[in-house]
């Protein structure tokens, strides 16, 4: 191969190379940019995205709040459950004295 055959190979290789980088770089931009209406419809749903988060957000405080509520509603109902258990195991043993009396009273008579 003499100089020339080398000169115009090198240049074919540099050429092809260069072709190869460009196409190359085309495709990747081609399928990543991002044109204006896109940018546009991304801006939008950004805003959704940032409306339902803030509609989460409240709806969690709020399910937090009434949680809270219902638990308390809970202990003070089983509060309420527990002292009229003993006011009913009281009247059951007055119940049972005043019997015991009642039949005492006609064994008596």
Do not use: K
């Not at 080398?6 to 399928?31: D, E, K």
């Not at 801006?43 to 638990?71: I, K, T």
């Amino acid at each position: 191969m003499n100089r020339i055959e080398f000169i115009f190979s090198t240049a074919i290789v540099l050429l092809l190379a260069f072709a190869l980088g460009w196409f190359t770089y085309w495709l990747l931009h081609r399928f990543t940019r991002v044109a204006g209406g896109d940018m546009g419809e991304m801006d939008r749903l950004a805003q959704s995205l940032h409306e339902a988060e803030e509609v989460r957000d409240q709806a969690l405080l709020y399910m937090e709040n009434r949680e809270a509520e219902l638990l308390n509603q809970i202990a003070q109902t089983e509060a309420e459950l527990r002292a009229a258990m003993e006011g009913l195991r009281d009247a059951r043993l007055e119940a049972e004295e005043m019997r015991g009396y009642i039949e005492r009273m006609h064994a008596n008579s």
